[in-house]
């Protein structure tokens, strides 16, 4: 595991309608307008049946220095923006890229997460979204520090080309078509 101290995250209680008990495992994860709130399809570990919640919860960024700050998808936007300039990225791209960062961040249910989580979660959308911007972001992110580097990373994305991931206009999220 790659951050091993990651795995003692505190989830919220949920007590299942029809048992009471109190485990349920999280099978679907949706955020709602701007992240106050989220959707949830549970199912009960103890009879196995399935039911909906509507939790509010602010998901939580784990600075380096310990403190703790709301999710922003701002804060995501604004920390790519660099690594997009001069690329066909705009701002439905980047509003896209943000929720899709935050929809994998709150999958599994934490309500914490470290500042790298949000870095690591980034990458994959990001390379979707743009090589060359993924390329600048990962190496200031991942600390490249020489060709070698660079040449490495570019042999992982010839090596495994990406999928061109692109989500139609009409399945994105209607809170960001404002
Ligand atoms: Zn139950």
Redesign the pocket.
């Given at each position: 595991m790659l951050f091993p101290h990651l795995a003692k995250k505190e989830k919220p209680l949920v007590i299942?309608?029809?048992?009471?008990?109190d485990d349920?495992r999280v099978i679907d994860s949706r955020p709602t307008d701007e992240g106050n709130q989220i959707r949830r399809r549970r199912e009960?570990?103890?009879?196995?049946?399935r039911f909906n919640t509507a939790e509010s919860s602010i998901l939580l960024v784990i600075k380096r220095s310990g403190a703790t700050e709301p999710f922003s998808r701002e804060k995501v936007i604004s920390g790519v923006r660099k690594a997009c300039q001069g690329r066909p990225v705009n701002d439905d791209d980047l509003a896209l890229l943000a929720q899709r960062v935050e929809e994998s961040l709150r999958l599994d249910g934490a309500a914490e997460v470290e500042a790298q989580e949000v870095g690591l979660a980034l990458l994959a959308p990001l390379r979707e979204l743009d090589e060359v911007a993924y390329l600048r972001y990962a190496s200031v992110y991942r600390n490249f520090a020489s060709l070698e580097d660079f040449e490495a990373e570019i042999a992982l994305l010839r090596a495994e080309p990406s999928r061109n991931f692109k989500v139609p206009k009409d399945s994105r999220n209607q809170a960001l078509i404002k």
């Open positions: 299942c309608p029809f048992c009471r008990f349920s009960c570990t103890s009879c196995g049946r």
